[in-house]
Structures are given as C-alpha cells and as structure tokens.
C-alpha cells in the first residue's frame, strides 16, 4: 500500500520506519525545513520502550536505559509524600518484556529513531492543507495542490492538529488548563547535589506548584515546573525569574538547578489538552496518532509513550494489508488503541487537577498520599506501564 505519515515528530517518525519495514511504500510528509525534534529531555516509559521494540527501534533508547529508582511524589521541601518502587513495578509488569525506563535528550531519540528512514522517502517544507478521501482512496492536497495519492493517511501533526479539526468539525479541540510548563536541559550539572529528587515529582501545597527532575545521560539533567498561567505565557527568561521567585524557599537544589540552567536550553508553554475525547481515532482511510489523536496533559508523563504505542500498533494492523483492506485494518486499530489512551488521558487530567490543589484540600491531599502503602502505589505505576 502507499501511506503518506502527515507529521514528523516521534510518532510520525516511528510510524513512518514501522510501516516502511513491513513493505509499504511511505512517504513522510513534515511542514518544517528540516526534519528535525526541538526541546529539552523526554521520559519513555517502559511501556513506550516496548512500543519501540516491537518497532525493532528501541536499541537506542536500551543503551541509555535509566537504572530503576524510587520516586512518587514529594513536597516542596523534598520530604516523601507517595512512595513507588519502579523495580517492583517493573516486576509486576512481568519479566518477559522489556520494561525499561529511559529518560533522553528529544533530539538524540529523534534522530536515533529516525536513522533507519532512507531519506528519498521524507518530504520536509511540505504542509499538508487538507485530505480529500474517495471511495478507493484519499488525496492529500499541499500549497493548494494534489501532492499525492495514498491508500492511507498517518495524521500525526501534534496538539495543534489542523487535520484533526478537519476530521471532525464539531469537536472543541484543545482547551488549557490555566497552568505553565517550564521545562531545561542542564547538560552538565556543577556540583549539585539532587540525591533522593531523581524520579520523583515535588508538590508544593501552599501554590501549587509542581517540580519534576530526571537524570538524563551520564550526567545531564531534565527538569520541568508546572506552575498556575493567569495570562499570556511569559518569554523563557521571564518565567524563569518567576519560578526562581516562587521556589525561592523550595528544596535547595530546585532553584540552584533552574539558576544553572542556560537560557537556550529552557523552553515555555501553556499546558493544554483535548478538550474531550475523540470518538474515533479512524475515520475511513484515515488514522490519527499520537497527540493528534489524544493531547493529554503531562502528568503521567505518558506523551511519548502513547505515540510510540500508537506506532506500533498502527504498524501491526496494516503489516500484509492491500488497499481494500485499509478502512478495516484502521477500525481494528482505533479499537485497540482508543479505549487505553483516552483512559490515561484522562487520568492525566485528574492527577494535574489532584497535584494543583492549594489551601485545605491540598493538606488533606498530602496526609492521605502519606497514608497510602508504598506497595498499593507501585501497584497503580504497574497498571499504568501495563499496555
């Protein structure tokens, strides 16, 4: 079959090598000038390890392979609040699969996913405008234009889906949530000591605020704050100063590591989700993937992951498909992947609105998270790392 991939982030990529190594003719069509993933780190979790190898794309991701550690949640001041144990997580996730978690620099995993992609078959500085489906299948039109004929269309052109909003008309699309995500790369830390914060999440009750923090490489680091958006979203340098202003009195090492920081390496962004879910993630010859199919807030740190999943899956239904088979072959698609992603994206959705609370929820928050046995949270991680 010919499938055109609309949309080169990590899910189109991996989509893209997926559907190529299983004999279809794919083209990879991407709006920028080169091919190419911006930002800072990205946290795979095991079960997107998974996704990857079903792809035979997770040697990579394997060799920088996070050893497990505890994390959960923390407050402010970095005193354990919800206690997991990813190496029991793991276990309960069972030992015949890979379950390794990686946290990576997002350009690195990129380009290593992107490697086995004979360039002939990427298409970059191509917009796709619109879809046109017809009974034996859909044209995709670019800069006003026929670009191609395909028997399916991938549509994995992120949160801002303009594909999406074309598939279905009535659907509200994205909503934000009224928060900020401030993320960096501090690729070589100086001296600080983060013993006890890696893989785990700081809740801070009296602002809400969030702070993440993960090793990546031997010795970079990610981190990311998630803080109350009252207006437009400040420039990077600004909302820096007002993280360092309001985790000023936070763990020692919060700030020192937003400070040490260099400004190229932060990015800013309104968090933002769908709105509700979609109810269907095929429409005809035409599958949705990844964050186009199911924006979800970062809470779960599930992003990645379900487009890899999405990958995968897609990669599966169509391995051995003719062209009548595709409206089928998609069907079966959107009910595996659906029902599991629209599950987390909501969880995400209340885990963001459980760690935002302030005042007297949040203090009957924290002491029932205390009260919570480590073992019933490894559990929950488990469940959700189980695809």
């Not at 996730?93 to 990427?122: F, Q």
């Not at 006890?196 to 970079?220: C, N, Q, T, W």
């Not at 990645?304 to 088979?325: G, R």
């Amino acid at each position: 079959m010919r499938v055109v991939v609309v949309g080169a982030g990590l899910g189109g990529v991996a989509a893209a090598v997926g559907l190529h190594r299983s004999g279809h003719e794919v083209m990879l069509c991407e709006r920028g000038a080169e091919l190419r993933e911006a930002g800072t780190g990205v946290v795979v979790m095991p079960n997107g390890v998974r996704a990857l190898a079903a792809l035979g794309l997770a040697d990579y991701v394997r060799g920088q392979a996070t050893p497990a550690v505890s994390g959960g949640l923390r407050d402010w001041r970095g005193r354990a609040l919800l206690v997991t144990d990813a190496v029991q997580a793991q276990r309960e996730v069972g030992a015949t699969v890979v379950v390794d978690r990686a946290e990576l620099h997002r350009a690195e995993l990129h380009r290593a996913i992107r490697a086995p992609l004979p360039a002939g078959l990427v298409r970059t500085g191509t917009p796709i405008e619109r879809l046109e489906p017809d009974p034996t299948g859909v044209t995709v039109i670019s800069d006003g234009h026929s670009l191609t004929r395909a028997d399916a269309v991938i549509v994995a052109d992120g949160i801002g889906s303009g594909l999406r909003g074309q598939l279905f008309p009535g659907h509200p699309g994205l909503r934000r949530i009224g928060r900020m995500d401030l993320r960096g790369l501090l690729p070589d830390p100086p001296g600080l000591d983060v013993t006890g914060l890696l893989a785990s999440i700081m809740i801070d009750r009296r602002s809400g605020a969030m702070f993440g923090l993960f090793p990546v490489g031997e010795k970079g680091l990610y981190w990311f704050t998630d803080s109350p958006l009252r207006a437009a979203p400040p420039g990077p340098e600004e909302a820096r100063r007002q993280m360092l202003s309001l985790m000023a009195d936070w763990h020692p090492a919060v700030p020192a590591v937003i400070e040490a920081t260099p400004p190229a390496g932060i990015y800013v962004d309104p968090i933002a989700c769908l709105a509700v879910p979609l109810p269907s993630f095929a429409v005809g010859r035409v599958a949705l993937l990844g964050d186009a199919a199911h924006a979800m807030t970062p809470d779960l740190g599930q992003g990645a992951s379900q487009a890899f999943e999405d990958a995968a899956a897609v990669t599966q239904h169509l391995t051995d498909a003719e062209p009548a088979d595709a409206i089928q072959r998609l069907l079966h698609y959107d009910a595996e992947r659906r029902p599991r992603a629209n599950r987390l994206m909501l969880a995400s959705s209340r885990q963001s609105r459980l760690t935002s609370q302030t005042g007297a929820a949040a203090w009957l928050r924290d002491a029932l998270l205390r009260a919570i046995p480590p073992r019933l949270a490894t559990r929950r991680l488990a469940a959700i790392w189980h695809a």
